[in-house]
């Protein structure tokens, strides 16, 4: 088992998802996870800097993993699928074109810094079993249903994680958590992601489309691993009832908030009280 | 030696891009030959004149041909050079049009390098010996492996040309994949009623010696004679005295048995005769599910048996047919669908494979012949097929197109469609093949009769929403996605080799492509045949193909092996291993090495050890060849002396 | 090694290859059949199988001069034979191994596996051969006579 | 005398009457020597020697006096002295039925290295005063002329030796003397290998062709092979197949060297004997000890230690890749 | 991009734009055998003008300027269904990718605004060396004329604290900068 991993947080983890980050440093805590900050982090370049070609980004989220092999460490574990997949690209682009990506890159890379989601430390590392062990409060008598989003299990090859149709980690995370997980279609369906700003049009026809499908399966939450995931469900969800006439209510947790409160980790700490929709009702034992 | 040569033009295949004259030319100056020519196409009939009449004008004792590729035409060459009075063997063929003509554009170096490979089998030629072949006697008797329509059909041909036959059946009962189907396209005729008779026929034929729920374990020997080592796994029952009367499955209390016959929708007892039509019709105990061979207690059915034919310490035994040639009729298997995660993966019900459907079409099937839906029993209204599930699918390692999946989808829906008048029936396909008799209009009646909507694009995903299913899909061909709400879901899965394919294939020494299917010995002049003699292929084993191919396949394997069994010899290949017994010094290492127990140490009566080559056994890899130490054995037609010149005269 | 290979530089490349009858020379047919575009270095001598290949004619063929030596057979467990080429493979690996301890150049020696069907495979492994030996350059063969050698010490 | 001698005579003397003859060596011409011995009699015991002159590998014979030996006389054994590399050729030759390990009475010396007569000529100036050698522990003790003078063993023993891994027989009926501590591991690089190897690749063609253009083709490392069972019938001299020629150039003795070479592949038991007798000193062994490592490396196989295994070029198995 | 009335194959088919789109995805767009699963599969085809299947026909057909000019390619978020579905293996989201950034190249982006979020994003990089979601969605709602967009999420984001007011400076700025210095000098070339 991992027990001490290099943490890049990303950009969205210091703004809108500041409680992603918090329960992920809270949960690593108390699982006994020492996470090694990397010093002077940059930002990995995300979607944007693909618009150029993958050099760009390749080479502004190997700075990261360089650091990180100068710290001595060899595994990364991100919070954020984005930055999870502009750090795995970064080898991708070593191995394909060394020589270009060292020439922008301009320091010394090794590619043997593995990048790992914080889902897949979760999963493989700690394993359900040992979490289930370890769960104060359990969620009785609750549904929750994991949505995956597109890029932790994608493309598969890519990825080297779960299964890119039907993913489990987090249906046995949730499980050892305590609640019911109903079979939820979409998981893997896409939300629309950083399209929110700049067409909101289509992230409100699809997300409402998950959020519907959620409620057609009784949950009573949803569980992501994802900032831009959460932010498209949660903080838009007020949009999209209001561009489709609907009402949902739905809370969208980290699953890492989840699995925090059933470790029995405080509120507050989890940054529970940050999220947009109310969680009141699934902290109601019914 | 008097050597000829003949350079082929081939029309323009070799002559395009290979200046034959300039071979012909070279060719004289190399050792003892005396004539070289070049003509337009030397395989015809004038072309063989030509040959022959060199022979004897110019007293040729060898000829080379420089041609096509000696897999295709060595043995014309050699029966014209025969005709003329020289040994067969005397003859070369340098493949100066697959290995040279048609690979390179480049006249001066094709003409090079033809040259070269001239001067290469004249240097062999002159090292060649003549040889003579020997006659076996023939087993007059054939195994068929296989009971589907392919196999039935094989040993039925035979059995009615007077053969002995002796069929090897996997299953409990013969019939393969046409016994489970409902109905055939393009004709919509009853499958069970044009195959029983035939099933019947191979039970009842007195020359045919059916060994079901058995395998075959090993195989020895050699065209005309090979020996079989067959495998019958244990039924339980003792089928000599069982009559198939049923009263055991009657009583079994086990009675959640997996239905292989269903395609497991529903479930059967621990001792069951598969289907009604079962030839043999024997009961067999499964025992993976038997309460007393799994638990230790229950015997019911041993209490209940008229016949008392239960045998519970029934062990697998190894039985020994010999025989002369072999019909490979071993079927395939179909694709298993659960691969696809985004069609459910096999988490839905109501997602099924074509088979399953036809069991369901099927009036001995589990539910009656009435369509429903396994998950709740509820008739279907709107029922999607999708297909290419598992074929022209690169991602799942099938490029190739199972060719029967389109025409068996329009037949389903067409049922569908008549069994349920009100219901809706969609099909998502990439292309249609449908290139048989009768073939396309039957795909335009299920649309224009039947009203079965086509939608052309394949179907990204399905997922459940309530009881029913979403197909998320598209139409191509107005460029939008579809969606359709389904009650029940058809995957045409596509045809596989079957999963014994390729150790079967290593047991007949005969060779498969990369996705296991059986390699005919030529795609189009040799189809049934195989590389190794003796052995013949009939139905999908050897690729995806339908019922009428599969009988046709049947048929021209068992006409092959008549052809074969009407002499009473055959010619054993002369070109074999020969010991020189001056220079063997008895080691025996070429008999370790043997993989056909081909070779046999002798004592001399001065009391040294030699080895000794049985030349009927002796399939000429050449293995000992290689091993000899002083190659005191020589492979004949492939000596060290004629590869050694082969070699050597290209770096004089 | 380049003392008398001046005079030689311009002659052609020979590569020699020995091919099973029933995979490999199937595998070429096959491949001339599509019209795949291939090499002309290539000198084919057809054997019944690649358990017939005594190592030493590998040997035989580099010291005689030979560019390149190709030993193409059936795949492993598809022998025509049964069990031919799994003897090969190890005699073949054996010498692989040997060749560069006694200076040769082990990258003019290669085996490989092609059915019949493998047409394409079949264009792919002579090219990429052939393109290996163009660069390795021509075979300059033994020295005939040796001036001045390296001593090797062992006491 | 030395006591090895001594023993071996001893026992010699106890079981003789069981065997039909005992093969061992005898003082040769000269102090630097010893030779083949038939022993037939009672009375030849007392010729026999053992000692850091016993090179030959007398397995080489015993093919050959088996098959001479009259089957219907009463089934006694033929002794036969061994030092831990021979007992590996005998090995191989029980392995390829050349020898019935029932009639042999194997008779075992654990060795410390056997001397190479041209490195004691290096050593002492004028060699013709030699009156005898001897080796005391690791040292060697050679009287001449003009008196005693000692070296360590390590500078005069042959190359074989120096690499050792096999110093005790592994077969033995009887063991002659304590059992000898290896100088090298089984699994140890081979140092004479790894300094051809240090060589580039150009450079390693030189060495050979300079080696290998000495040869007169005079066939004595054939000859003195335990394993090259053709002998007469060896396909250096035959015609046909015409695997060589009669002419003498590097191409007729590199491939010369190459078919002795490729013949003993997963046989050869590194006696040193080809290497011995070499008239013009050619590091004959030299060449099949790389075949041997790789063979080792590869599948994991030592000739001459298993008398029931199958030598690995003439098995296969179907499993192994990466190869 | 709309939709060529007639396709004047011999005119409009560009086969070095054939050649680039392959040589950059590394993908062999030939292997499309247009089953429509990519369409199928994306959530974005209700919007695309063209859906990815029409795109890789497209490009198939060296329609050089209708791919390059059309929404499509715009508007994929690189989901990946395309890719994880493709029965030949092709990986369709990296034929997308290329052909933005081809797109970038010749200037002849569609949604303009969604490059112009883009690059704004990346100049946040490159002032900052990290990006705070504040100044991006006020920066890109100025140059976009669109200054409401997300105004209504402002309040709540601000009261739970979850947005920085002013951006972080990491100390390695002057090393993001030569990355980008070296990426631009490498694409001028």
Same mark, same amino acid.
């Given at each position: 088992?991992?027990?001490?991993?290099a943490?890049?947080?990303?950009?969205?983890?210091e703004?809108?998802a500041i409680?992603?980050?918090?329960?992920?440093?809270?949960l690593?805590?108390?699982l006994g996870?020492?996470?090694?900050?990397i010093?002077?982090?940059?930002?990995c370049g995300s979607?944007?800097?693909?618009s150029?070609d993958?050099l760009?980004g390749?080479?502004?989220?190997?700075?990261?993993?360089a650091i990180a092999?100068?710290q001595?460490?060899?595994v990364?574990?991100?919070?954020?699928p984005?930055c999870?997949?502009?750090?795995?690209?970064?080898?991708?682009?070593?191995r394909e074109?060394?020589?270009?990506f060292?020439?922008?890159?301009?320091?010394?890379?090794?590619?043997?810094?593995?990048?790992?989601?914080?889902l897949?430390?979760?999963y493989e590392?700690i394993?359900?079993n040992?979490?289930?062990?370890?769960?104060?409060?359990p969620?009785?008598?609750?549904?929750?249903?994991?949505?995956?989003?597109?890029?932790?299990t994608?493309p598969?090859?890519?990825?080297?994680?779960?299964?890119?149709?039907?993913p489990?980690?987090?249906?046995?995370?949730?499980?050892?958590?305590?609640?019911a997980?109903?079979?939820?279609?979409?998981k893997?369906?896409?939300c629309g992601?950083?399209?929110?700003?700049?067409q909101r049009?289509?992230?409100?026809?699809?997300t409402?489309?998950i959020?519907?499908?959620?409620?057609a399966?009784?949950a009573?939450?949803?569980?992501?691993?994802?900032p831009?995931?959460q932010?498209?469900l949660?903080l838009?969800?007020?949009?999209?009832?209001?561009?489709l006439?609907e009402?949902f209510?739905?809370?969208?947790?980290?699953?890492?908030?989840i699995?925090?409160?059933?470790?029995?980790?405080?509120?507050?700490?989890?940054g529970i009280?940050?999220?947009a929709?109310k969680?009141?009702a699934?902290?109601q034992?019914? | 030696?008097?050597?000829?040569v003949?350079?082929c033009?081939?029309?323009?295949?070799?002559?395009?891009t290979?200046?034959?004259?300039?071979?012909?030319k070279?060719?004289?100056e190399?050792?003892?030959?005396?004539f070289?020519v070049?003509?337009?196409?030397?395989?015809?009939?004038p072309?063989q004149?030509?040959i022959?009449?060199?022979?004897?004008?110019?007293?040729l004792?060898?000829v080379?041909?420089?041609?096509c590729?000696?897999?295709?035409?060595?043995p014309?060459?050699?029966?014209?050079?025969?005709?003329a009075?020289?040994?067969p063997?005397?003859?070369?063929?340098?493949?100066?049009?697959e290995?040279c003509?048609?690979?390179?554009?480049?006249?001066?170096?094709?003409?090079?390098?033809a040259i070269?490979m001239v001067?290469m089998?004249?240097?062999?030629?002159?090292?060649?010996?003549a040889l003579?072949?020997?006659q076996?006697?023939?087993?007059?008797?054939?195994?068929v492996i296989g009971?589907g329509?392919?196999g039935i059909?094989?040993?039925?041909d035979?059995?009615?040309?007077g053969?002995?036959v002796?069929?090897?059946?996997?299953?409990?009962s013969i019939?393969?994949?046409?016994?489970?189907?409902?109905?055939t396209?393009?004709?919509?005729?009853?499958?069970?009623?044009?195959?029983?008779?035939?099933?019947?026929?191979v039970?009842?034929?007195?020359?045919?010696?059916?060994y079901?729920?058995?395998?075959v374990?090993a195989?020895s020997g050699?065209?005309?004679?090979?020996k079989?080592?067959?495998?019958?796994?244990?039924t339980y029952?003792?089928?000599?005295?069982?009559t198939?009367?049923?009263?055991?499955?009657q009583k079994?209390?086990?009675?959640?048995?997996?239905?292989?016959?269903?395609?497991?929708?529903?479930?059967?007892?621990?001792?069951?005769?598969?289907f009604?039509q079962?030839?043999?019709?024997k009961?067999?105990?499964?025992?993976?599910?038997?309460?007393?061979?799994?638990g230790?207690?229950?015997?019911?059915c041993e209490?209940?048996?008229?016949?008392?034919a239960?045998?519970?310490?029934?062990?697998?035994?190894?039985?020994?047919e010999?025989?002369?040639?072999?019909?490979?009729?071993?079927g @395939? &298997?179909? =694709?298993?669908a659960r691969?696809?995660? /985004? #069609? $459910?993966?096999g988490?839905?019900?109501?997602?099924i494979?074509a088979?399953?459907?036809?069991r369901?079409?099927?009036?001995s099937?589990?539910?009656?012949?009435?369509?429903?839906?396994p998950?709740?029993g509820?008739?279907?209204k709107?029922?999607?097929?999708i297909?290419?599930?598992?074929?022209?699918?690169i991602?799942?390692?099938?490029?190739y197109?199972s060719?029967?999946?389109?025409?068996y989808?329009?037949k389903?829906?067409i049922?569908?469609r008549?069994?349920?008048?009100?219901?809706n029936?969609?099909?998502s396909?990439?292309?249609?093949?449908?290139?048989?008799?009768? @073939? &396309?209009? =039957?795909?335009?009646?299920?649309?224009? /009769? #039947? $009203?079965v909507?086509?939608?052309?694009?394949?179907?990204?995903?399905?997922y459940p929403?309530?009881?029913?299913?979403?197909v998320?899909?598209?139409?191509?061909?107005?460029?939008v996605?579809v969606e359709?709400?389904?009650?029940?879901v058809?995957l045409a899965?596509?045809?596989e080799?079957?999963?014994?394919a390729?150790?079967?294939?290593?047991?007949?020494?005969?060779?498969?492509?990369?996705h296991g299917?059986y390699?005919?010995?030529?795609?189009?002049?040799?189809?049934?045949e195989?590389?190794?003699a003796?052995?013949?292929?009939?139905?999908v084993c050897?690729?995806p193909?339908?019922i009428p191919a599969?009988v046709?396949?049947?048929?021209?394997a068992?006409?092959k092996?008549?052809?074969?069994f009407?002499?009473d010899t055959?010619e054993?290949?002369p070109?074999?291993?020969h010991?020189?017994?001056?220079?063997?010094?008895g080691c025996?290492?070429?008999?370790?090495?043997?993989?056909?127990?081909?070779?046999r140490?002798?004592?001399?009566?001065?009391?040294?050890r030699?080895s000794?080559?049985?030349?009927?056994?002796?399939?000429?890899?050449?293995l000992?060849?290689a091993?000899?130490?002083?190659?005191?054995i020589?492979?004949?037609h492939s000596?060290?002396d004629?590869i050694l010149?082969?070699?050597n005269?290209?770096?004089d | 090694?380049?003392?008398?290979s001046?005079?030689?530089q311009?002659?052609e490349i020979?590569?020699?290859?020995?091919?099973?009858?029933?995979?490999?020379?199937?595998?070429?047919d096959?491949?001339?059949?599509c019209?795949?575009r291939?090499?002309?270095d290539l000198?084919i001598?057809r054997?019944?199988?690649t358990?017939?290949?005594d190592?030493l004619?590998?040997?035989?063929?580099l010291?005689?001069?030979?560019?390149g030596?190709?030993?193409s057979?059936?795949h492993?467990n598809?022998?025509?034979?049964a069990?031919g080429?799994?003897?090969a493979?190890?005699r073949m690996?054996v010498?692989?191994?040997?060749?560069?301890y006694?200076?040769?150049q082990s990258?003019?020696?290669?085996?490989?596996?092609?059915?019949?069907?493998?047409g394409?495979i079949?264009?792919?492994?002579?090219?990429?051969?052939?393109?290996?030996?163009?660069?390795?350059?021509?075979?300059?063969?033994?020295?005939?006579?040796?001036?001045?050698a390296?001593?090797?010490?062992w006491f | 005398m030395?006591?090895?001698?001594?023993?071996?005579?001893e026992?010699?003397?106890?079981?003789f009457s069981?065997?039909e003859l005992?093969?061992g060596?005898?003082p040769?011409?000269?102090p630097?020597?010893?030779?083949?011995?038939?022993?037939?009699?009672?009375?030849d015991?007392?010729?026999?020697?053992a000692?850091?002159?016993s090179?030959?590998?007398?397995?080489?014979?015993?093919?050959?006096?088996?098959?001479?030996?009259?089957?219907?006389?009463?089934?006694?054994?033929i002794?036969?002295?061994v030092?831990?590399?021979?007992s590996?050729s005998?090995?191989?030759?029980?392995?390829?039925?050349?020898?019935s390990?029932d009639?042999?009475y194997?008779?075992?010396l654990?060795?410390?290295?056997?001397?190479d007569?041209?490195?004691?000529?290096?050593?002492?100036?004028d060699?013709?005063?030699?009156?005898?050698?001897?080796?005391?522990?690791?040292?060697?003790?050679?009287?001449?002329?003009?008196?005693?003078s000692?070296?360590?063993?390590?500078r005069a023993?042959?190359r074989?030796?120096?690499q050792?891994?096999?110093?005790?027989p592994?077969?033995?009926d009887?063991?002659?003397?304590?059992?000898?501590t290896?100088?090298l591991?089984?699994d140890?690089?081979n140092?004479?290998?790894?300094?051809?190897?240090?060589?580039?690749?150009?450079d390693?063609?030189?060495f050979w062709?300079?080696?290998l253009?000495?040869?007169?083709?005079?066939?004595?490392?054939r000859?003195a092979c335990?394993?090259?069972?053709c002998?007469?019938?060896?396909?250096m001299?035959?015609r046909?197949?015409k695997?060589?020629?009669q002419?003498?150039?590097?191409n007729?003795?590199?491939?010369?060297?190459?078919i002795?070479?490729?013949?003993?592949a997963?046989?050869?038991t590194?006696?040193g004997?080809c290497?011995?007798?070499?008239?013009?000193?050619?590091?004959?062994?030299?060449i099949k000890?790389k075949?041997?490592?790789?063979?080792y490396e590869?599948?994991?196989?030592?000739?001459?230690i298993?008398?029931?295994?199958?030598?690995?070029l003439?098995?296969f198995?179907?499993?192994?890749?990466g190869i | 991009?709309?939709?060529p009335?007639?396709l004047?194959?011999?005119?409009?088919?560009d086969?070095?734009?054939?050649?680039?789109?392959?040589?950059?995805?590394?993908?062999?767009v030939s292997k499309?055998?247009?089953?429509?699963?990519?369409?199928?599969?994306?959530?974005?085809?209700?919007?695309?003008?063209?859906p990815?299947?029409?795109i890789?026909?497209?490009?198939q057909?060296?329609?050089k300027?209708?791919?390059?000019?059309s929404?499509?390619?715009w508007?994929?978020?690189?989901?990946q269904?395309c890719?994880?579905?493709?029965p030949?293996n092709?990986?369709v989201?990296?034929?997308?990718?290329?052909?933005r950034?081809?797109?970038?190249?010749e200037?002849?982006?569609?949604?303009?605004?969604?490059?112009?979020?883009?690059?704004e994003?990346?100049?946040?990089?490159?002032?900052?060396?990290?990006?705070?979601?504040?100044?991006l969605?006020?920066?890109y709602?100025?140059?976009a004329?669109?200054?409401?967009?997300?105004?209504?999420?402002?309040?709540?984001?601000l009261m739970?604290?979850?947005?920085?007011?002013?951006p972080?400076?990491?100390?390695?700025l002057?090393?993001?900068e030569?990355?980008f210095?070296r990426f631009e000098?490498?694409r001028g070339?």
């Amino acid at each position: 088992m991992l027990k001490r991993v290099a943490y890049y947080p990303g950009c969205s983890c210091e703004g809108m998802a500041i409680e992603y980050d918090q329960s992920v440093r809270a949960l690593c805590y108390v699982l006994g996870i020492e996470l090694v900050g990397i010093p002077d982090w940059n930002c990995c370049g995300s979607t944007p800097s693909h618009s150029y070609d993958p050099l760009l980004g390749a080479a502004l989220a190997g700075r990261n993993l360089a650091i990180a092999r100068s710290q001595g460490l060899d595994v990364v574990m991100t919070p954020c699928p984005s930055c999870l997949k502009a750090l795995k690209t970064a080898n991708q682009v070593f191995r394909e074109r060394p020589s270009e990506f060292l020439d922008v890159l301009g320091m010394p890379f090794s590619g043997d810094v593995r990048a790992i989601s914080v889902l897949q430390l979760l999963y493989e590392e700690i394993g359900p079993n040992l979490i289930q062990k370890a769960v104060k409060f359990p969620f009785k008598n609750k549904k929750i249903v994991p949505y995956y989003g597109c890029l932790l299990t994608r493309p598969p090859a890519f990825a080297q994680f779960d299964d890119p149709e039907n993913p489990v980690s987090m249906d046995r995370l949730i499980e050892a958590a305590g609640a019911a997980v109903p079979d939820f279609p979409h998981k893997t369906e896409c939300c629309g992601a950083a399209l929110g700003i700049t067409q909101r049009d289509v992230v409100m026809r699809l997300t409402g489309r998950i959020l519907d499908m959620a409620r057609a399966v009784g949950a009573d939450a949803l569980a992501v691993a994802c900032p831009l995931c959460q932010q498209n469900l949660d903080l838009r969800q007020d949009q999209v009832n209001r561009a489709l006439k609907e009402n949902f209510n739905l809370p969208v947790l980290y699953i890492t908030q989840i699995i925090g409160c059933a470790l029995g980790i405080d509120r507050k700490t989890l940054g529970i009280e940050k999220l947009a929709v109310k969680t009141d009702a699934l902290f109601q034992s019914a | 030696m008097r050597i000829g040569v003949f350079i082929c033009q081939c029309g323009t295949n070799i002559a395009g891009t290979v200046d034959t004259r300039a071979v012909a030319k070279k060719a004289m100056e190399f050792p003892d030959v005396v004539f070289a020519v070049d003509y337009m196409y030397t395989c015809s009939e004038p072309g063989q004149k030509e040959i022959q009449d060199a022979i004897s004008s110019h007293r040729l004792q060898g000829v080379v041909v420089a041609a096509c590729s000696p897999r295709m035409h060595e043995p014309t060459f050699r029966r014209a050079v025969k005709k003329a009075g020289i040994n067969p063997y005397m003859f070369e063929q340098a493949n100066i049009r697959e290995h040279c003509s048609w690979i390179g554009t480049d006249r001066e170096a094709n003409t090079r390098k033809a040259i070269d490979m001239v001067r290469m089998s004249v240097e062999k030629l002159r090292r060649n010996q003549a040889l003579f072949s020997t006659q076996v006697a023939v087993n007059k008797r054939v195994l068929v492996i296989g009971g589907g329509v392919a196999g039935i059909q094989a040993a039925l041909d035979c059995s009615d040309g007077g053969l002995e036959v002796v069929m090897v059946e996997r299953e409990p009962s013969i019939g393969g994949k046409m016994a489970k189907l409902d109905k055939t396209f393009p004709t919509i005729d009853c499958s069970s009623c044009i195959l029983g008779p035939k099933m019947v026929d191979v039970a009842q034929k007195e020359n045919i010696r059916l060994y079901a729920y058995s395998e075959v374990e090993a195989i020895s020997g050699y065209i005309g004679n090979f020996k079989v080592d067959i495998r019958k796994k244990a039924t339980y029952v003792d089928w000599n005295a069982c009559t198939g009367c049923g009263e055991c499955t009657q009583k079994c209390p086990s009675k959640k048995a997996f239905d292989h016959f269903n395609e497991g929708l529903g479930a059967t007892t621990a001792i069951n005769i598969p289907f009604p039509q079962a030839i043999p019709k024997k009961a067999r105990i499964d025992s993976d599910y038997c309460r007393y061979l799994t638990g230790g207690k229950c015997r019911v059915c041993e209490k209940i048996c008229p016949v008392k034919a239960i045998r519970f310490d029934m062990k697998d035994e190894i039985v020994t047919e010999e025989v002369g040639a072999i019909i490979v009729a071993s079927g @395939y &298997d179909l =694709f298993d669908a659960r691969v696809y995660g /985004e #069609y $459910g993966g096999g988490r839905y019900p109501d997602v099924i494979s074509a088979m399953q459907y036809e069991r369901i079409l099927s009036a001995s099937g589990p539910y009656g012949g009435h369509i429903r839906r396994p998950s709740d029993g509820r008739e279907p209204k709107e029922i999607v097929f999708i297909s290419c599930v598992g074929s022209r699918d690169i991602s799942v390692d099938r490029p190739y197109c199972s060719g029967i999946c389109c025409m068996y989808i329009a037949k389903q829906a067409i049922m569908t469609r008549d069994h349920i008048p009100d219901s809706n029936c969609y099909v998502s396909y990439m292309d249609i093949r449908a290139p048989g008799k009768g @073939y &396309d209009e =039957f795909i335009r009646r299920a649309q224009e /009769e #039947y $009203g079965v909507k086509y939608i052309r694009g394949r179907v990204g995903r399905i997922y459940p929403r309530g009881d029913r299913l979403v197909v998320q899909g598209a139409d191509t061909l107005l460029g939008v996605q579809v969606e359709i709400e389904a009650d029940l879901v058809v995957l045409a899965t596509g045809v596989e080799c079957s999963a014994g394919a390729r150790p079967l294939a290593e047991k007949l020494r005969i060779s498969y492509d990369q996705h296991g299917f059986y390699m005919e010995s030529h795609p189009k002049l040799r189809p049934v045949e195989t590389n190794t003699a003796g052995v013949f292929l009939a139905g999908v084993c050897q690729g995806p193909k339908d019922i009428p191919a599969s009988v046709g396949q049947g048929s021209a394997a068992a006409s092959k092996v008549q052809a074969l069994f009407s002499r009473d010899t055959i010619e054993t290949d002369p070109q074999v291993a020969h010991v020189n017994e001056n220079m063997c010094i008895g080691c025996g290492k070429c008999e370790q090495v043997c993989p056909f127990g081909a070779i046999r140490m002798k004592t001399l009566r001065d009391g040294s050890r030699k080895s000794e080559v049985l030349e009927t056994v002796c399939q000429g890899c050449g293995l000992c060849n290689a091993t000899c130490p002083n190659k005191a054995i020589q492979l004949r037609h492939s000596t060290d002396d004629q590869i050694l010149a082969e070699i050597n005269t290209l770096f004089d | 090694m380049s003392s008398k290979s001046d005079a030689k530089q311009e002659r052609e490349i020979k590569i020699v290859g020995f091919l099973c009858n029933w995979c490999s020379y199937g595998g070429a047919d096959t491949a001339g059949v599509c019209r795949f575009r291939q090499p002309t270095d290539l000198r084919i001598i057809r054997i019944p199988c690649t358990g017939r290949i005594d190592p030493l004619m590998i040997v035989k063929s580099l010291i005689q001069g030979a560019d390149g030596v190709l030993v193409s057979g059936c795949h492993p467990n598809d022998c025509h034979y049964a069990v031919g080429n799994f003897y090969a493979r190890r005699r073949m690996e054996v010498l692989k191994r040997f060749l560069p301890y006694m200076g040769f150049q082990s990258d003019r020696f290669r085996y490989t596996w092609v059915s019949a069907s493998e047409g394409q495979i079949w264009q792919q492994v002579v090219t990429d051969f052939s393109e290996t030996i163009h660069r390795l350059g021509p075979n300059p063969g033994l020295h005939q006579t040796v001036d001045s050698a390296p001593a090797v010490s062992w006491f | 005398m030395d006591d090895k001698t001594n023993a071996l005579r001893e026992h010699v003397k106890g079981i003789f009457s069981n065997l039909e003859l005992v093969l061992g060596w005898e003082p040769g011409y000269d102090p630097l020597h010893t030779r083949p011995f038939y022993v037939r009699t009672e009375s030849d015991i007392d010729r026999l020697t053992a000692n850091c002159l016993s090179f030959q590998n007398l397995t080489r014979y015993l093919a050959k006096s088996m098959n001479a030996v009259d089957p219907a006389a009463d089934g006694r054994k033929i002794g036969v002295c061994v030092k831990g590399c021979d007992s590996r050729s005998l090995v191989a030759l029980i392995q390829e039925k050349f020898v019935s390990r029932d009639r042999v009475y194997v008779i075992g010396l654990p060795c410390r290295g056997t001397l190479d007569a041209r490195r004691i000529r290096a050593l002492v100036p004028d060699p013709a005063r030699i009156r005898s050698v001897n080796a005391e522990g690791d040292e060697l003790v050679v009287e001449t002329d003009r008196g005693i003078s000692r070296f360590a063993l390590d500078r005069a023993i042959a190359r074989k030796c120096l690499q050792c891994r096999y110093p005790n027989p592994v077969i033995h009926d009887v063991l002659i003397g304590d059992p000898v501590t290896p100088r090298l591991k089984i699994d140890a690089e081979n140092p004479s290998v790894a300094a051809v190897e240090a060589l580039s690749l150009e450079d390693r063609l030189l060495f050979w062709e300079n080696q290998l253009d000495r040869c007169i083709r005079c066939f004595a490392c054939r000859n003195a092979c335990p394993l090259c069972v053709c002998q007469n019938h060896c396909i250096m001299e035959t015609r046909m197949p015409k695997w060589i020629t009669q002419y003498r150039n590097m191409n007729e003795k590199f491939m010369f060297h190459m078919i002795h070479a490729l013949h003993l592949a997963g046989r050869c038991t590194e006696c040193g004997e080809c290497e011995r007798v070499c008239p013009v000193g050619i590091p004959v062994a030299l060449i099949k000890e790389k075949i041997n490592a790789i063979i080792y490396e590869m599948l994991d196989y030592e000739s001459g230690i298993d008398p029931e295994a199958v030598p690995p070029l003439l098995t296969f198995s179907p499993k192994e890749t990466g190869i | 991009m709309q939709r060529p009335h007639v396709l004047q194959i011999q005119k409009t088919c560009d086969q070095e734009f054939i050649k680039r789109v392959e040589r950059e995805s590394g993908q062999q767009v030939s292997k499309c055998y247009q089953c429509g699963n990519c369409g199928a599969s994306c959530g974005y085809t209700f919007d695309f003008d063209f859906p990815v299947n029409q795109i890789m026909r497209l490009v198939q057909l060296g329609q050089k300027e209708t791919v390059l000019g059309s929404r499509s390619i715009w508007l994929c978020a690189n989901c990946q269904a395309c890719t994880t579905r493709c029965p030949c293996n092709i990986e369709v989201a990296r034929v997308m990718e290329a052909l933005r950034i081809m797109s970038v190249a010749e200037g002849v982006v569609s949604k303009k605004n969604i490059l112009l979020f883009y690059d704004e994003f990346l100049e946040l990089v490159r002032r900052y060396g990290r990006v705070f979601e504040t100044g991006l969605v006020a920066r890109y709602n100025i140059k976009a004329l669109k200054p409401f967009t997300d105004a209504d999420l402002g309040p709540q984001v601000l009261m739970k604290g979850k947005l920085a007011l002013k951006p972080h400076k990491i100390k390695g700025l002057k090393a993001i900068e030569e990355i980008f210095k070296r990426f631009e000098s490498h694409r001028g070339k």
